[in-house]
């Protein structure tokens, strides 16, 4: 095929081969995508569908787009459940006389995301989404409400385990849910959109949190989860359907403990916690040099080290085979990512706490002084995603990302008691224009590097990557 061909050309038939479409070349003539380009070698869009599992049940008309909102929503409202709960923190100290457990209540969210991405990942490429979905759904309802009714500080932290485990579910579930509900050419639209709910819910955490905590009690941070999760899940039983594969029937206890790999994660998940738990105390619990902090970065190292071996070994049956993570796209997607929403999450919670701090802003105040950042995010990752389904190439957003991000961030730096609104806002949109690309480019990236049945274990790679990084 001609690689200045629409990306509307590809199609994926019954049989998983790729079929062309010559009624939407002719609405599509100016994107340059190919079909049959190797994934290895160009990251045109979209990439190879060949080899999936299941063809697309690509949803058109209203249809599509009560589609993508229901899947906004839920990314919206398991993202706004990491950062409702920083303005409410002091509150639940207070109230629990738990100061020392403050570090736990986020923290523990987020460790439990991270070790569970790459565990959904594989879960979903093997049984049904919607199952999938509807299970983490649960989990996050129920950890939401043990959160909510928590008689003390150890009843909460549970309940952040419990809810982190479902929001994982539900975010692989949602990112990989795009490519097998939109059609090839609205693809990056669709994700662009998903990833900016993931950006709003960001910013408008500490918003909603501190109007919650302020003026009814920081509990309704989490029962607030309840009514707005099931109506959620009721759209998505309406709106969303995905295909059905001949092979996501639960067969047997074996075949599922197999799926999950074990022996890898054996490796995986103490790697993980001591990562995070070094993380946690370096600087603040513990000096960098103590022996401790130290320890725990070398034995994650090592049992990192030992992960991959052991994938390896596994081949096919491992949590992350060999022919995701060792893909060009796919690893160098993970790594973009990886470094960007570090230095994205950075800002995400120094803007607010300098607002506060030193500008003297009340947590509602310091919420709406960043909405310039919520505004440009969202323009921007709708932007971002209709130009590369125009002109089918990632690469230059993800270096004007990068462009974009170092240039805020270093403005940034100028900081002082002086520093008037204009360049406040002002820096806030230039580094915006980073965290939409930054957000949205590694996993339309690989994504589209991947076959279908790949996909959700592609996804879970690059968000573990950018969770770690977070």
């Not at 802003?361 to 310039?372: H, K, M, N």
């Not at 440009?376 to 462009?403: E, R």
């Not at 230039?430 to 590097?449: E, K």
Request: aromatic share 12%; glycine share 8%; proline share 6%.
């Amino acid at each position: 095929m001609d690689n200045t061909e629409s990306i509307s050309l590809c199609n994926v038939s019954p049989d998983g081969e790729a079929s062309h479409r010559p009624d939407q070349h002719r609405s599509e003539q100016n994107a340059k995508a190919s079909c049959d380009a190797n994934p290895e070698e160009t990251e045109n869009f979209p990439g190879p569908d060949e080899g999936a599992t299941a063809t697309p049940q690509q949803h058109s008309g209203i249809r599509f787009h009560f589609a993508v909102v229901t899947l906004c929503l839920g990314v919206f409202l398991t993202v706004l459940d990491n950062t409702i709960i920083a303005t409410a923190t002091p509150y639940i100290s207070n109230e629990f006389h738990s100061l020392k457990d403050v570090g736990w209540y986020s923290s523990v969210y987020t460790m439990v995301i991270c070790i569970t991405q790459l565990i959904f990942g594989k879960l979903i490429a093997r049984y049904s989404i919607r199952w999938i979905y509807t299970i983490s759904m649960f989990l996050f309802l129920v950890g939401s409400a043990v959160c909510g009714s928590a008689p003390n500080s150890p009843a909460l932290i549970v309940g952040r385990a419990i809810a982190g485990v479902g929001c994982a579910g539900l975010l692989v579930a949602a990112f990989s849910l795009v490519p097998f509900i939109a059609p090839p050419a609205k693809r990056p639209v669709a994700l662009g959109l998903v990833s900016a709910s993931r950006g709003l819910a960001t910013t408008f955490g500490p918003l909603i949190g501190g109007a919650l905590t302020e003026r009814v009690s920081w509990r309704w941070n989490f029962y607030i989860n309840l009514p707005i999760g099931a109506a959620i899940q009721a759209a998505f039983f309406l709106f969303v359907h995905p295909p059905r594969r001949g092979s996501e029937s639960f067969t047997s206890w074996a075949d599922f403990f197999q799926t999950l790999d074990l022996f890898g994660l054996t490796a995986l998940l103490p790697a993980v916690v001591c990562l995070l738990l070094a993380l946690q105390w370096g600087g603040i619990q513990y000096p960098w040099q103590d022996a401790r902090v130290i320890a725990l970065l070398v034995l994650a190292g090592v049992l990192a080290a030992v992960f991959i071996c052991i994938e390896i070994r596994q081949g096919a049956k491992a949590v992350l085979p060999t022919r995701v993570f060792t893909q060009r796209t796919v690893s160098s997607a993970s790594f973009f990512g990886f470094c960007t929403t570090g230095a994205i999450f950075v800002l995400t919670y120094y803007l607010p706490m300098w607002f506060q701090g030193v500008k003297g802003a009340s947590p509602i105040q310091s919420g709406v002084w960043t909405l310039p950042w919520v505004i440009t995010n969202t323009i921007t990752s709708l932007a971002c995603g209709i130009l590369i389904s125009k002109v089918g190439y990632a690469d230059m957003f993800m270096t004007g990302g990068t462009v974009f991000g170092a240039t805020g961030s270093g403005l940034f730096t100028t900081f002082t008691l002086e520093t008037s609104s204009g360049k406040w806002i002002g820096y806030q949109i230039i580094f915006a224009i980073c965290s939409s690309l930054a957000s949205l480019t590694p996993l339309l990236v690989a994504q589209h590097a991947l076959p279908l049945k790949d996909v959700p274990i592609g996804s879970g790679m690059v968000m573990f990557t950018q969770t770690i990084g977070a």
